[in-house]
């Protein structure tokens, strides 16, 4: 299984992951605007539970992994466990050098944006690589494959639920505004997917999530 390793991917996963945390931190906890899925899930932990996401998000992802690794094949599950790992420390860090945005909540439509990017670029870059920065992920194509359905009918109901749970303490504009960074980052994922990469950074193409 370790020759099928790639040095290049798992530099993008561990790109991708603290491109990911950097967003979720200083982005998506401060502006009162939510991810979808196991993102999102986290968040609403640290919320009501106050738990942090760097221990929700670990535990979430580890016990999908196992739940999926049968299907998810063994190199791709090398590759997200090292992504979840990564963005465990990398949001543990960031946490420990405060936000750089406060106040980012007074512009709800810039936070989606914004956030939608960072979410994008950084998942994008660990799918691109093979891996999956969260659970959810390897939930998706468990679920999507068990039940015979698309992958993105089984990200979209994923989203939608954690969406759902997210008003308990998300005003509805602003559920608006998650509503729309979710979409966002869904097109982003698929867009830094394709991209050209520099050569030296080029691994897996592909994502075993669309194999």
């Known amino acids: 299984m370790l020759k099928n390793i790639n040095p290049r991917s798992l530099i993008l996963v561990l790109l991708g992951s ?5 967003g979720l931190f200083n982005i998506h906890s401060f502006s009162g605007v939510t991810e979808g899925g196991g993102l999102g899930l986290t968040l609403l932990l640290d919320h009501w ?5 760097a221990v929700s998000g670990f535990v979430f992802n580890m016990a999908c992994y196992a739940a999926g690794w049968r299907i998810l094949g063994r190199v791709f599950i090398v590759y997200s466990i090292l992504a979840s790992v990564g963005f ?3 949001y ?12 980012i909540g007074e512009t709800p439509l810039f936070a989606a944006i914004l956030g939608a990017l960072f979410v994008g670029v950084g998942c994008g870059l660990c799918v691109r690589a093979g891996g999956a920065p969260g659970g959810d ?3 998706a194509m468990s679920l999507a494959k068990l039940l015979k359905v698309k992958i993105q009918w089984a990200y979209l109901a994923s989203d939608l639920v954690v969406l759902l749970l997210s008003m ?6 602003r559920i608006g ?12 994922i698929g867009i830094v997917q394709e991209f050209k990469l520099p050569r030296w950074l ?4 592909g994502s075993a999530i669309n194999s």
Not at 49 to 53: A, E, K, L, R, T
Not at 93 to 103: I, N, Q, R, V, Y
Not at 202 to 205: A, L, Q, Y
């Open 18 to 22: 603290m491109v990911l945390s950097f």
């Open 137 to 139: 992920d390897a939930m």
């Open 168 to 173: 308990s303490y998300i005003p509805l504009n």
């Open 88 to 90: 465990s420390l990398s």
């Open 49 to 53: 539970f106050h738990i942090s996401p």
């Open 202 to 205: 080029r691994g897996t193409k």
């Open 92 to 103: 543990s860090w960031f946490e420990s050098m405060g936000p750089l945005w406060p106040h």
């Open 177 to 188: 505004f998650s509503l729309l960074t979710v979409l966002l980052s869904g097109q982003l």
